[in-house]
């Protein structure tokens, strides 16, 4: 017999060890599928701009990902960049917020970063776990509220604490628009930004690029723009290695954000 599905009382909670569990293996079926890649299926179109690219495989793995949301999690709400957003009768409170894959042209191009990104928020917009799978990089980043944050590796684990601030050299990440007219006053603005900064890094994957603030590869993240399945996962990960994170939302204005990235160790997607 097929058991009913649970109402809100038997609704499984928001325990974010739990939940780091459920988005393990989402962003792990997620990441399987783009492990798949190959250059003759990837069916690439172009979406709203001359660099924004969906492939096959981008929408093959959300189902992927949904897929395990809805066996193990039937009654949380689930959004995402490709499918239309699930909102199931007597939600638990949970949203899941998925991107199957970040860094689309990276793939498209064979450029090894890109990743699955799957996080879960509460009704109170309090981000509660978060995994960014990248299967061509062969690691996988997470973090659950309270509970840090971790990079596994080749058979290995490790706890994130994001950059050494007194490193000599330090690398800034950033990223570009697709709209030409936003992108112009992004170059305008780089030089004062990156002051300060011993060079600086586009990779791709604002997903990955938080994780690499988290992971002391990068000492600063800024971007302008993202969506929030872009960075839902990242940031959080970055927040659980201690580096501090200012979403789009933060109180202040957008130049008092952009402004914080200049201290070592900040992220900031505005």
């Given at each position: 017999m097929t058991p009913p599905l649970p109402d809100r009382a038997a609704v499984p909670g928001d325990d974010p060890l739990e939940l780091l569990d459920v988005a393990r293996e989402a962003a792990a079926a997620g990441a399987a599928?783009?492990?798949?890649?190959?250059?003759?299926?990837?069916?690439?179109?172009?979406?709203?701009?001359?660099?924004?690219?969906?492939?096959?495989?981008?929408?093959?793995?959300?189902?992927?990902?949904?897929?395990?949301?809805?066996?193990?999690?039937?009654?949380?709400?689930?959004?995402?960049?490709?499918?239309?957003?699930?909102?199931?009768?007597?939600?638990?409170?949970?949203?899941?917020?998925?991107?199957?894959?970040?860094?689309?042209?990276?793939?498209?191009?064979?450029?090894?970063?890109?990743?699955?990104?799957?996080?879960?928020?509460?009704?109170?917009?309090?981000?509660?776990?978060?995994?960014?799978?990248?299967?061509?990089?062969?690691?996988?980043?997470?973090?659950?509220?309270?509970?840090?944050?971790?990079?596994?590796?080749?058979?290995?684990?490790?706890?994130?604490?994001?950059?050494?601030p007194e490193r000599v050299g330090k690398l800034l990440g950033t990223g570009f628009s697709y709209d030409g007219g936003v992108r112009d006053e992004q170059y305008a603005a780089l030089a004062e930004l990156a002051a300060g900064y011993a060079d600086v890094r586009r990779l791709g994957s604002a997903a990955l690029d938080l994780c690499m603030v988290a992971d002391g590869t990068l000492d600063a993240y800024l971007e302008r723009g993202l969506n929030e399945y872009d960075y839902a996962a990242g940031a959080l990960i970055a927040e659980e290695a201690g580096v501090p994170v200012r979403r789009p939302g933060t109180p202040g204005s957008d130049a008092e954000r952009l402004q914080a990235v200049t201290a070592a160790g900040a992220a900031v997607v505005a």
């Open positions: 599928v783009l492990a798949r890649r190959t250059a003759d299926g990837l069916n690439a179109v172009n979406k709203s701009a001359a660099g924004d690219w969906v492939t096959e495989f981008d929408t093959a793995a959300e189902r992927a990902v949904r897929e395990v949301l809805a066996r193990r999690r039937p009654q949380d709400a689930v959004t995402g960049e490709e499918l239309d957003a699930s909102v199931p009768d007597n939600a638990s409170g949970i949203r899941w917020s998925i991107d199957p894959l970040d860094g689309t042209t990276n793939f498209i191009r064979n450029i090894v970063y890109y990743a699955t990104s799957v996080a879960a928020v509460n009704d109170d917009g309090v981000w509660l776990a978060g995994v960014v799978h990248a299967p061509a990089l062969v690691r996988v980043y997470s973090a659950a509220r309270g509970h840090g944050a971790w990079l596994a590796e080749h058979g290995s684990v490790r706890r994130l604490t994001g950059p050494d």
